[in-house]
C-alpha cells in the first residue's frame, strides 16, 4: 500500500509561489500515476493537475493551465506541484493522490493534506 505525505504548504501573500512536495512510501513509485486536488473550506474537491508514471505526459485543469505545474522525480519517489501568481481563492488544503491508472478518475490512494493560504 502506498503511503503519501504532502509538504511544502504555507502562507504567502497573494502573487507569490509555493511548491508543494508529495513524498511516496510502501510501494514502486513509477507504477503509480499522481494527481493533486485541493478542498476549500465548503467546496468540493477540486482536480487541478496529474502525471502519468514516466512524468511524460500531463493533464490540467483549465483554471490551472499556466500557472500550476506538475512534475515527478521517480528516483526520489516524489511529484510536485508548482504555483506560481498566487491568488486568494487558492486557499485550500491540497492533497497529493496515486493509482495505477492513467488517466485516472478515481485515486485509490491519498495523502492527510497540506494548508496553503494566500494573503490578499
Known amino acids: 500500500q502506498v503511503r503519501l505525505v504532502e509538504s511544502g504548504g504555507g502562507l504567502v501573500q497573494a502573487g507569490g509561489s509555493l511548491r508543494l512536495s508529495c513524498a511516496a512510501s510502501?510501494?514502486?513509485?513509477?507504477?503509480?500515476?499522481m494527481g493533486w486536488f485541493r478542498q476549500a473550506p465548503g467546496k468540493e474537491r477540486e482536480f487541478l493537475a496529474s502525471?502519468?508514471?514516466?512524468?511524460?505526459?500531463?493533464r490540467y485543469a483549465d483554471s490551472m493551465k499556466g500557472r500550476f505545474t506538475i512534475s515527478r522525480d521517480n528516483a526520489k519517489s516524489t511529484v510536485y506541484l508548482q504555483m506560481n501568481s498566487l491568488k486568494p481563492e487558492d486557499t485550500a488544503v491540497y492533497y497529493c493522490?496515486?493509482?495505477?491508472?492513467?488517466?485516472?478518475?478515481?485515486?485509490?490512494?491519498w495523502g492527510q493534506g497540506t494548508q496553503v493560504t494566500v494573503s490578499s
Open positions: 493522490a496515486a493509482d495505477r491508472m492513467w488517466p485516472s478518475s478515481y485515486y485509490a490512494y
Open positions: 510502501g510501494g514502486t513509485f513509477s507504477s503509480y500515476a
Open positions: 502525471i502519468n508514471w514516466s512524468g511524460g505526459s500531463t
